[in-house]
């Protein structure tokens, strides 16, 4: 008579893929969604080139010299050619060049700013949700103030007090952008802490750290990535705002919105020192956008194919 082999014991990859069967199935069905979704994918592939760009500018933009302030008058203002493919400034710098490099700048502060606004709104939301009463309103009377300011003119008086730089209008844009992921999370978390299994967490004697963050809050991911991926656009949007006014990022350093602000004087016939970095301020906003749908239907297990 044969006898049964006794089962071989799993891999722990194998292991990981059986208990996590139905998320692993949610995910390519999301990824489906994705990929039907060509303004998404669009997004999605623009999103990768800027990054790329933004990461290998320093090693291959034409004139670097020109990014670091250098001038040139000879060449102020000469259009759009092989030489300089954007044309020149009112310094005679290369457009491109400091266009490229803005990208650089834009994307290291779009960042920056959108760690320290969730890290921020994410953790008051977290709080003010589970634990509720006066914690709840304390936080969220305090979220409220913070929400009728308009957040650019928030922003604009905080940069103004606190002097001109990146660092500062960092800072300040900062400020501005955490009460939207405190409302968020704080909303979410209100009906997540009635859930079955934060009941049977308790049960167990879990803290009620290890409840908000590591049974409750992985369950709002989705939220807060979709959220973050479309404010990431408007956060460039607003630092090129600041560079605009003349509070944001001090020159000689390329910004999108201090180039725009300088052309705009040569309008129009020196059109291609505003439009370009325009160009390029636009493309970024639309394809993050464009990215945000997309990772929506990729998350959220409910969406339906388009």
Known sequence: MATLSPPQPQSPFARWRTEHASQIT??????????RNRLSVMGLSIVIMLLIVAITAPLWVPYPDDVTGNVNMAQRLKPPSADHWFGTDDAGRDVFSRTIMA?????????????VAISIGV?????AGYFGGWVNTLIMRFTDIMLT?????????LSAALGRGVL??????????????????????LKMREEDFVAGARAIGASNERIIFRHILPNLLTAIIVKASMDFG?????????????????PPEPDWGSMISSGRRF????WWYSTFPGLFMFITVLAFNLLGDGLRDLLDPNATVR
């Open 26 to 35: 949610d995910f390519r069905r999301g990824l489906y969604r994705f990929s």
């Open 103 to 115: 990208t650089r700048t834009s994307f290291e502060v779009g960042v920056i700013i959108l760690v």
């Open 123 to 127: 953790t008051l939301g977290a709080i």
């Open 149 to 157: 300011f308009p957040g650019i003119f928030l922003a604009l008086a």
């Open 168 to 189: 500062n209008a960092m800072l300040a844009l900062s400020i501005t952008w955490w009460p939207g992921y405190c409302r968020l999370v704080e909303a979410q978390m």
């Open 234 to 250: 408007f956060a460039v949007l607003s630092l090129a705002s600041l560079g605009f006014i003349g509070v944001g990022v001090l």
């Open 267 to 270: 309008i129009p016939a020196s």
